[in-house]
T-cell receptor, first 113, second 116 residues
């Protein structure tokens, strides 16, 4: 079945450390790609998105993601995390046909002060 | 834009009662999605509509759940009768799609449902 995989379920790191969260998908063809963040007790909010063009996408709060088509990957990065980045992060893919997003299982990130 | 608006924010009800959750999508969006989120099962798509028409309701748990979208600016999710295992946060999301490709969702703040 077509899917979206997030490699890490839980990540714990200290403030100022760098963060990279992996996301791989199995759809061929043209896809739209997204990262969402869910802070504790809140709803999912869009961090960044990729439709076309420069495969390095910059989002809010210092996050960026790189689309590597040959690897079917869309990894999220932040050079230096803050305690306020503690949240759950979801990768999502809009497959080539239709408008229903497929979400990864999420990665819970805990940033220790 | 006020975003996707859900009501109520919190609902506590007794088992067996009817529960109605409401959602107002972003103006101009032509798709609407209902999700349920729990610790055990994560984020689950229940049903979605394109242009007010239900497209996929395969995620609706059972006949106790029903959803309607009578017009482009309003949708309801109804549970009748409610059971404790329905306790969850229910999110509504809306999006715009064109050319058979979607452009991402905007989520509402959710309704936290507790069935006792």
């Amino acid at each position: 079945a077509q899917s979206v995989s997030q490699h890490n379920h839980h990540v714990i790191l200290s403030e100022a450390a760098s963060l990279e969260l992996g996301c791989n998908y199995s759809y061929g063809g043209t896809v739209n790609l997204f990262w969402y963040v869910q802070y504790p007790g809140q709803h999912l909010q869009l961090l960044l998105k990729y439709f076309s063009g420069d495969p390095l996408v910059k989002g809010i709060k210092g996050f960026e993601a790189e689309f590597i088509k040959s690897k079917f990957s869309f990894n999220l990065r932040k050079p230096s995390v803050q305690w306020s980045d503690t949240a759950e992060y979801f990768c999502a893919v809009n497959p080539p046909a239709g408008n229903k997003l497929t979400f990864g299982g999420g990665t819970r990130v805990l940033v220790k002060p | 834009d006020a975003g996707v608006i859900q009501s109520p924010r919190h609902e506590v009800t007794e088992m067996g009662q009817e529960v109605t959750l409401r959602c107002k999508p972003i103006s101009g969006h032509n798709s609407l999605f209902w999700y349920r989120q729990t610790m055990m099962r994560g984020l689950e798509l229940l049903i979605y509509f394109n242009n007010n028409v239900p497209i996929d309701d395969s995620g609706m748990p059972e006949d106790r759940f029903s959803a309607k979208m009578p017009n482009a600016s309003f949708s309801t999710l109804k549970i009748q009768p409610s059971e404790p295992r329905d306790s969850a946060v229910y999110f509504c999301a809306s999006s715009f799609y064109r050319g058979n490709l979607g452009y991402g969702y905007t989520f509402g703040s959710g309704t936290r449902l507790t069935v006792v």
